[in-house]
């Protein structure tokens, strides 16, 4: 009897190892302010989009609605990692993935990063001696036809969370 709930332990022990590890990530939204807020944060360092582009963008998240940008625009970012230490409270730093081309971000602006994903909903996860936040496959877009209305809409994007 021994010998089969010993089994049965590193079994379920193994299972549990399999299950933690492959873990899916949660899809999640924001929309609104949260979502105009992400995408302006990140559309600073994508260069996947136009000048013409960043610069909507960031008209857009400084609040002024009158910018004369037509078409839709799309901000996305294969993952975004950021940390920040709660040993060395001077550490921050985020790490920006866009078609496999990575970005280091610190200080500063890395803290607007992680301030804006967990105003969008990314729950923060704590390690020895950091905490951190993650998404990946973000996906935001703007519509400046509807941003110009000032009736709420005009951004949203999806992300995964949990990877």
Same mark, same amino acid.
């Given at each position: ?9 590193v ?7 399999v299950? !933690? ?5 949660? =899809?999640?939204?924001? *929309?609104? =302010?949260?979502a105009?807020?992400?995408?302006? /944060? /990140?559309?600073?360092?994508? =260069?996947?989009?136009t ?6 963008? !960031?008209?857009?998240?400084? &609040?002024?609605?009158? /910018?004369?940008?037509a078409?839709k625009?799309?901000?996305?970012a ?7 230490? *709660?040993?060395d ?9 866009f078609?496999?081309a ?12 992680f ?10 996860? &704590?390690?020895?001696g !950091? /905490?951190?936040? !993650?998404?990946?496959?973000? *996906?935001?877009?703007?519509? =400046? ?17 949990? *990877?």
């Amino acid at each position: 009897m021994q010998l089969k709930s010993g089994r049965l332990a590193v079994l379920a022990a193994s299972l549990l190892a399999v299950t !933690s590890s492959t873990a899916s990530a949660d =899809p999640a939204t924001a *929309n609104g =302010p949260a979502a105009l807020a992400l995408a302006g /944060v /990140v559309a600073l360092y994508s =260069p996947l989009l136009t000048a013409d582009e960043r610069e909507a963008v !960031s008209a857009f998240f400084v &609040g002024q609605s009158g /910018v004369r940008y037509a078409k839709k625009i799309s901000v996305t970012a294969d993952k975004i990692v950021c940390k920040v230490s *709660n040993v060395d409270i001077t550490a921050r730093s985020c790490e920006l993935t866009f078609k496999g081309a990575k970005q280091t971000i610190t200080g500063r602006r890395a803290s607007e990063i992680f301030a804006t994903e967990a105003m969008a909903g990314v729950t923060a996860d &704590g390690a020895a001696g !950091s /905490v951190s936040e !993650s998404i990946s496959k973000l *996906n935001c877009t703007l519509d =400046p036809a509807e941003i110009k209305q000032k009736a709420g809409g005009g951004a949203t994007c999806t992300f995964e969370t949990g *990877n």
